[in-house]
Every structure is written in structure tokens, then in C-alpha cells.
């Protein structure tokens, strides 16, 4: 087996669609990035990336690089799971003071499932808080860590 990890963070924007696991979510503000800013999705896709010691999302899909700008990152995160095989498990944890997400969570496992082409019982999605601690406690942000097994 190999383990990966990832770790992703956007700033919160207005103007931007708030999108997390491929979910649309309603909130006053989006994740500021190249692509739709998807911290779940870029942080399995760099734990993939590391388990399977291919550099990370950076490498594969630069900001500079017109082609990604405003990508689905589930698209990005299917080209990646066909870059390092049949995924075993992945667990990921998104953190944001809010919006409340728990009722997005299984939507999200089902995206990150489909596009890593694994059962639904192989891909874990969590959430928590900072407490009102650090720049997603304070609502400037969100972040996302997430880890993976490869076979």
C-alpha cells in the first residue's frame, strides 16, 4: 500500500460559487482560485498525487496554464485518479467556520466516488470548525487535508 496526503486552502471571494466536492453550495461567498477552488477535491487530488509519488496538483495543472481556469475540479480529480490507478480508501476533512455542510456530505462522497471510480463505502468526508480560531475561523477562508491509500 501507499499513503498520501493533502492539504489545500482558498480565501473566500464575492462574486464566486461556493463549490465543495463538486456541490454547489448556497452561500454569500466562493473559493477564490484558477479552477472552481474546490479545497476537497485539490486536497485528494494531491494525497493521490503524493501516494503515488507524482508531484502535485501544481505540477499537473498550473495556474498559468489558461486551460485550467475555471475547471471542474471533479473533472481534474477523474484526469487524476487515471494517473495513479485504482484508489484503496480516501478520508478527507474540509474545514470551514461555515456554512453548516453536513447536509451536503453524502453528495459529496458520491462525486468523489464517481470520479475515483471506487464504491461509496471507500471515501469518508468530515467537518469541522477552527472555533472562531485562525483565518477560517475568522471567515476569510477554507481549507481541506485529506488522505489516501493506494494499493
Known amino acids: 500500500m501507499r499513503i498520501g496526503q493533502g492539504y489545500d486552502v482558498h480565501r473566500l471571494a464575492q462574486g464566486r460559487d461556493l463549490i465543495l466536492g463538486g456541490v454547489h453550495i448556497p452561500w454569500d461567498a466562493g473559493l477564490d482560485g484558477h479552477s472552481d477552488a474546490d479545497v476537497l477535491c485539490h486536497a485528494v487530488m494531491d494525497a493521490l498525487l503524493g501516494a503515488a509519488a507524482l508531484g502535485d496538483i501544481g505540477r499537473h ?38 456554512p453548516k455542510l453536513d447536509a451536503y456530505r453524502l453528495e459529496m462522497r458520491e462525486n468523489l466516488a464517481h470520479a475515483l471510480c471506487v464504491e461509496l463505502d471507500r471515501v469518508n468526508v468530515k467537518f469541522t470548525t477552527e472555533e472562531g480560531l485562525g483565518f477560517t475561523g475568522a471567515g476569510l477562508g477554507m481549507a481541506a487535508m485529506a488522505v489516501c491509500l493506494l494499493p
Open 61 to 98: 495543472f498550473p495556474d498559468s496554464d489558461a486551460r485550467w481556469r475555471g475547471a471542474s475540479s471533479l473533472v481534474l480529480l477523474g484526469a487524476v485518479r487515471g494517473m495513479v490507478g485504482p484508489v484503496e480508501h480516501v478520508d478527507a476533512t474540509v474545514i470551514a467556520q461555515a
